[in-house]
């Protein structure tokens, strides 16, 4: 294998908002901003920490502005919200929010039962979010979902979801998020849609928010390090997945990913152990185990956090 892969890696770490979201019993305001201290205590500094939508359709987001104002405020932490409409943008512009991912559907059914919308209006409020978030001095992640196949359409063209992101990036914003919401992708199609998309949203960063739902999860990531991919979402533990898709799995687990890239000697200034026990907290808290593997390593006799190795 050639060593392609870059020397640094950004993970934003989406549990608060992608896995929370998925989970059917409410978690407490208190214990999310508790999980989001640990979390940039492990050494996250991106961290996407809620969504802002109807509260009767994803009622684990309903605390979205309250959770923000209980966050620790660090220059070196940054917070981010996902909005799907208008709505929810201009409630992420009123919680003060620095940072938003404004993301459609690269499949029309998908986006009639996630957003209520067809994928061509979807695409065009989509335009002027990011036109608008811009106005605000907001810093804009432009991403699309389902971009490396849908359950209900099935395979999806790299030229449509490069069409979508081109035109986010000429709307002015600043990284474009490929979604494999379903988990459908494999290193084959992913490697496929990036030779398409790469030159065509330069000079634009491009972020791989990768689910795990058929165990490709890591072997995707790895194709994107080949492409030279330094930007993923993960969450801890596994979390994840959209309440709109049957049989949605969660994201590549923070601590698997960032064990992985250790181990290929990539940095990412984040402790995957203290990741780790946040993980294993949380099961206490939902009454299941979680899909991370490295979890499944720290000792159960304690819940401080274990000796860890240094981290770059």
């Known amino acids: 294998m050639q060593k392609n892969w870059p020397d640094r890696v950004t993970l934003m770490e989406v549990g608060p908002r992608d896995g929370f979201q998925f989970e059917p019993h409410i978690i407490p305001t208190d214990l ?5 201290a640990g979390l940039i205590e492990a050494g996250l500094t991106h961290i996407q920490v809620a969504s802002f939508v109807h509260p009767k359709r994803v009622p684990q987001m309903a605390d979205a ?9 660090l220059d070196h932490v ?47 409020q989509g335009m002027r979010m990011i036109r608008r978030a811009k106005a605000a001095g907001l810093y804009v992640r432009a991403g699309a979902q389902c971009a490396l196949g849908c359950v209900y359409e099935g395979p999806v063209a790299p030229e ?14 600043d990284a474009v ?11 084959v199609s992913l490697r496929r849609l990036l030779d398409y998309l790469l030159p065509a949203v330069e000079p634009l960063p491009v972020v791989l928010h990768l ?22 979402d993960t969450a801890l533990g596994g979390m994840g997945g959209c309440p709109f898709i049957e049989g949605a799995a969660g994201n590549i687990a923070t601590e698997d990913a960032v ?15 203290r990741v780790a026990v946040w993980a294993r907290k949380l099961e206490t808290v939902i009454g299941r185990q979680l899909p991370g593997k490295m979890l499944r390593v720290i000792p159960r006799s304690t ?4 000796p860890s190795d240094n981290v770059a």
């Open 32 to 36: 999310k901003a508790a999980v989001v």
């Open 78 to 124: 940054h917070y981010n919200g996902l909005v799907l409409n208008s709505r929810g943008l201009e409630r992420a512009l009123a919680a003060q929010l620095p940072s938003v991912e404004i993301s459609i559907s690269a499949s029309d059914t998908h986006s009639r039962r996630n957003s209520n919308m067809a994928f061509e209006e979807a695409l065009n």
């Open 160 to 173: 449509r979801v490069t069409d979508i992101l081109r035109r986010f990036r000429d709307q002015g914003a």
């Open 65 to 73: 502005e309250d959770l923000i104002q209980r966050l620790p405020q």
């Open 177 to 187: 998020v490929v979604s494999d919401t379903t988990g459908m992708g494999s290193p």
């Open 211 to 232: 689910h795990d739902t058929r165990g490709t999860g890591l072997v995707n990531m790895m194709a994107g390090l080949e492409r030279g991919i330094d930007r993923f």
């Open 259 to 273: 064990n992985l890239l250790d181990m290929l000697g990539i940095a990412t200034g984040v402790d995957w152990r």
């Open 303 to 306: 819940g401080n956090t274990p």
